[in-house]
């Protein structure tokens, strides 16, 4: 099979992680075409748009979406998840009502089989989405 240039390219940005260290600040909207990996904060009113997953490595206060373009396997991913929404794909889930008792645990949102939005601990996700790791190698 071959494909064209521009299909090459289309596949390769949507399977790409965009890394931005910065912070989203209210009326701030970052949007990217594949995975998005922020270094900083969402502060409440910022928004955070991707084809793909999303991961914060920090604190995520605004709005989360992931999987814009109907991706049901997208993951949004936070050191700090405590948003004022979450959105992936056409799913859409307020903040949680839970606060974590013990330390700072990093959190996780992905759509289960039946079709809800559920957060669990990122340990989790290693079983919830085995293919999410794009890392091949080993001992």
Do not use: W
């Given at each position: ?62 709005i989360a979406h992931a999987g814009v373009d109907g991706n ?68």
């Amino acid at each position: 099979n071959v494909m064209t240039k521009d299909e090459a390219l289309k596949l390769k940005q949507e399977s790409e992680v965009t890394t931005v260290a910065k912070i989203i600040r209210s009326g701030q909207v970052l949007k990217v075409t594949g995975d998005l990996l922020l270094i900083g904060d969402v502060n409440p009113g910022g928004t955070v748009i991707a084809a793909g997953n999303i991961f914060v490595l920090g604190a995520l206060r605004g709005i989360a979406h992931a999987g814009v373009d109907g991706n049901q396997d997208a993951i949004i991913a936070a050191s700090s998840m405590k948003p004022a929404q979450l959105r992936i794909s056409q799913i859409i889930n307020r903040a949680p009502d839970h606060t974590l008792k013990e330390g700072n645990e990093m959190e996780c949102a992905y759509i289960n089989t039946d079709g809800e939005m559920i957060i669990e601990r990122l340990q989790q996700l290693t079983h919830l989405r085995p293919n999410l790791t794009r890392f091949e190698g080993g001992i």
